[in-house]
């Protein structure tokens, strides 16, 4: 149900900044919205991500509903080694997707 | 001469009345420019919000107020000793304030994020970074919306 898009270089020359981009599916209902009989559509954001670079966290982020749906978001890490990024998405409803991409730095 | 007094007085007490209705105003649902500067005040504290150093991209004119790309970049070395610890992005008549709080460290290498926001209103939009000093730096940017966001029922 929840993709998600992760764009992370494959090499890097050590001490390289490398872009991250990220793209995850999901509506992230703000809970202001009503249905058409005028109740209130409850909250369904997330809240939260982070990347991890090899155990280590690099990136963090606090969401809130003014975050357009399918949350984008890019930043930029330092490679440092070669190893596993691991992206994780977490909100309202249990909502929990991890991704995670490899970068080797030569 | 006299009935022609009564009209102007009749007018002038129209406009007076007129001014008065328009001072009342309905409260607002959503974040006001208080609402947003206590929600500043949250993070920041006692401390000084410089300007400066921040660099806000967000288009002046938004057509689509339900995905409007915004950037934000500080500059900073971003060593151990001197780097952006958090950036901050609030909004001025969203039906919240805050947008977003973006946490980086010395290995992000710059300070330099970017995503995609709600705007439910033409507005200001402000981002504040908390540098590794305790220091706080911000900028700000105006956009004007043409659809707004967060006011249409599903």
Redesign the interface.
């Known amino acids: 149900m929840a993709n998600a898009l992760i764009n992370v270089p494959k090499t890097a020359k050590r001490g390289e900044?490398v872009e991250i981009k990220t793209l995850v599916s999901h509506p992230m209902e703000?809970g202001?919205?009503?249905?058409?009989d005028g109740a209130p559509?409850p909250r369904d954001i997330i809240r939260t991500f982070v990347c991890t670079?090899n155990g280590?966290e690099?990136?963090?982020?606090?969401?809130?509903?003014?975050?357009?749906?399918n949350?984008?978001?890019?930043?930029?890490?330092?490679a440092?080694e070669s190893g596993t990024l691991e992206f994780h998405w977490s909100g309202d409803k249990g909502f929990s997707v991890k991704e995670s991409a490899t970068i080797t730095v030569p | 001469m006299n009935g022609r007094a009564s009209r102007r007085e009749f007018l002038l007490t129209a406009a007076a009345g007129l001014g008065l209705a328009s001072l009342i105003t309905v409260k607002p649902a959503h974040a006001t420019p208080a609402s947003m500067q206590e929600a500043i005040g949250k993070i920041v504290g006692a401390a000084r919000v410089n300007a400066g150093r921040v660099k806000l991209d967000l288009p002046p004119l938004s057509e689509n107020g339900?995905?409007?790309p915004l950037?934000v970049s500080v500059e900073s070395p971003m060593t151990a000793a001197d780097h952006v610890q958090a950036i901050h992005v609030f909004?001025e008549k969203?039906?919240?304030p805050?947008?977003?709080?973006?946490?980086?460290?010395p290995?992000?290498?710059?300070a330099?994020?970017?995503?995609?926001?709600?705007?439910a209103d033409t507005q200001t939009v402000v981002a504040i970074a908390q540098l590794s000093d305790g220091s706080f730096w911000s900028a700000k940017a105006d956009v004007v919306v043409t659809l707004a966001a967060?006011l249409?029922?599903?």
Not at chain 1, 32 to 36: I, K
Not at chain 2, 98 to 105: C, K, Y
């Open positions: 900044i703000t202001y919205r009503r249905t058409q559509i670079y280590v690099v990136f963090r982020a606090d969401l809130h509903p003014a975050i357009a749906a949350p984008f978001i890019v930043f930029t890490t330092v440092t | 339900h995905a409007v950037g909004t969203n039906p919240q805050d947008v977003a709080t973006f946490h980086l460290g290995r992000a290498g710059r330099s994020v970017a995503t995609r926001i709600r705007l967060c249409e029922d599903a």
